[in-house]
T-cell receptor, first 110, second 114 residues
Framework: SQQGEEDPQALSIQEGENATMNCSYKTSINNLQWYRQNSGRGLVHLILIRSNEREKHSGRLRVTLDTSKKSSSLLITASRAADTASYFCATDEYGNKLVFGAGTILRVKS | DTGVSQDPRHKITKRGQNVTFRCDPISEHNRLYWYRQTLGQGPEFLTYFQNEAQLEKSRLLSDRFSAERPKGSFSTLEIQRTEQGDSAMYLC????????????FGSGTRLTVV
């Protein structure tokens, strides 16, 4: 089963614009993580935000977490063509595994 | 250490044949995970090891699937009597005990059952 649901399913923007992806989940979590996947490849860990954190930054990435609404957002600023990929949120439900959503496909046009 | 390695990268097999995939995790990582991903979907959890102990298995892991991690190092995932529905990308990941740095994924094994 998949816990998180990303929105939108697909996003197409121009290089230099910001991209925002949202994730909703259903249960209590220990942390929430975002991953990137280039076509046909494995996933790359981008950022982890703990349940007691509200916002976190890493380079051009900004993640927010609202545990009351069970939602998170990933903002990529000043996007580049190389950011074209699928982005997944994944939740750690105090268990032994991550549960992934279906992902957002981001296309950055140069 | 070059990260998580998976072998083979691609596997085409005939329906009914057995296949085995291998995963070599990051050597310092105690935890090893197998996921399956179909086109347009996120990874779905299959099973998880803490060292050599298999601690959790998904209901997706039917009796045709078996995973091992002898000596707590590399792991193998075997699928017996493959079916066309088994066609997918099989991903392996590893993490330390805390999981605080997230998972490190391998590049996956793409299985096609014809």
């Amino acid at each position: 089963s998949q816990q998180g649901e990303e929105d939108p399913q697909a996003l197409s923007i121009q290089e230099g614009e910001n991209a925002t992806m949202n994730c909703s989940y259903k249960t209590s979590i220990n942390n929430l993580q975002w991953y990137r996947q280039n076509s046909g490849r494995g996933l790359v860990h981008l950022i982890l935000i703990r349940s007691n954190e509200r916002e976190k930054h890493s380079g051009r990435l900004r993640v927010t977490l609202d545990t009351s609404k069970k939602s998170s957002s990933l903002l990529i600023t000043a996007s580049r063509a190389a950011d074209t990929a699928s982005y997944f949120c994944a939740t750690d439900e105090y268990g032994n595994k991550l549960v992934f959503g279906a992902g957002t496909i981001l296309r950055v046009k140069s | 250490d070059t990260g998580v390695s998976q072998d083979p990268r691609h596997k085409i097999t005939k329906r009914g044949q057995n296949v085995t995939f291998r995963c070599d995790p990051i050597s310092e990582h105690n935890r090893l995970y197998w996921y399956r991903q179909t086109l347009g979907q996120g990874p779905e959890f299959l099973t998880y090891f803490q060292n050599e102990a298999q601690l959790e298995k998904s209901r997706l892991l039917s009796d045709r699937f078996s995973a091992e991690r002898p000596k707590g190092s590399f792991s193998t995932l075997e699928i017996q009597r493959t079916e066309q529905g088994d066609s997918a990308m099989y991903l392996c990941a590893s993490s330390d005990n805390s999981g605080g740095d997230g998972y490190t994924f391998g590049s996956g094994t793409r299985l096609t059952v014809v």
